[in-house]
């Protein structure tokens, strides 16, 4: 099991460009999520995807788009990079859980580091 | 809104004890707690639900104060493993889906 994949590892994009970020978790998870992390600020979350077919907003969405391509892809796109985008960003996914814990624990990818000039 | 975390960071040598604290300002179902090496992906530690239920670490234990929105995360007889940064992330009691994490609090072990 390789668990949570990204791609790519590091990317250095110019102000204006757009990317894709791509998410895949072979551990047949219903939910999948995307954080950003910033130094200081903790994991905060762009978008998730409780189950396939279904995406919603986090935290801070503003300038991403979301694919759940299927049960185990979830990309996230920027359309034009800014440099208040620069950060690492990590996918994660989780199964539903059992009687009242809702959603089990998240496992995470090993992170895309992104600088935006 | 996040949780906020105390303290922002911890010096310990290796045996001593740690508490680290989460506190929201919202109505709580679960608390979650992570670790994060440097370099790597936060890493799942225990899951705590309002009523008592807990899930996870061995050799970590945590509390879950829901009338007071809090959660401590105790860490006994410290090793060098543990150096890195803890991240509660909590769970209201609607938007189950949504974990809003802290922003972290970093732990130094030393020999």
């Known amino acids: 099991n390789a668990g949570v994949t990204q791609t790519p590892k590091f990317q250095v994009l110019k102000t204006g460009q757009s990317m894709t970020l791509q998410c895949a978790q072979d551990?047949?998870?219903?939910?999948m999520y995307w954080y950003r992390q910033d130094p200081g600020m903790g994991l905060r979350l762009i978008y998730y995807s409780a189950s396939e077919g279904t995406t919603d907003k986090g935290e801070v969405p503003n300038g991403y788009n979301v694919s759940r391509l299927n049960k185990r892809e979830f990309s996230l796109r920027l359309e034009s990079a800014a440099p208040s985008q620069t950060s690492v960003y990590f996918c994660a996914s989780s199964n539903w859980g059992i009687g009242r814990i809702p959603f089990n624990e998240q496992f995470f990818g090993p992170g895309t580091r992104l600088t935006v000039l | 809104q996040q949780p906020v975390q105390s303290p922002q960071a911890v010096i310990l040598r290796e045996g001593e004890d740690a508490v680290i604290n989460c506190s929201s300002s919202?109505?709580?179902?679960?608390v979650h707690w992570y670790r994060q090496k440097h370099g790597e992906a936060p890493v799942f530690l225990m899951i705590?639900?309002?009523?008592?239920e807990q899930k996870g670490h061995e050799k970590i234990s945590a509390s879950f104060n829901e009338k007071k929105q809090q959660s401590s995360l105790y860490l006994t007889a410290s090793q060098l493993s543990y150096s890195g940064t803890y991240f509660c992330?909590?769970?209201?009691?609607?938007?189950?889906?949504?974990?809003?994490f802290g922003t972290g609090t970093r732990l130094l072990v030393s020999p």
């Open positions: 551990m047949n998870h219903n939910s």
């Open positions: 705590l639900l309002k009523g008592g």
């Open positions: 992330g909590t769970r209201g009691n609607t938007g189950f889906q949504k974990l809003v």
């Open positions: 919202k109505a709580l179902y679960s």
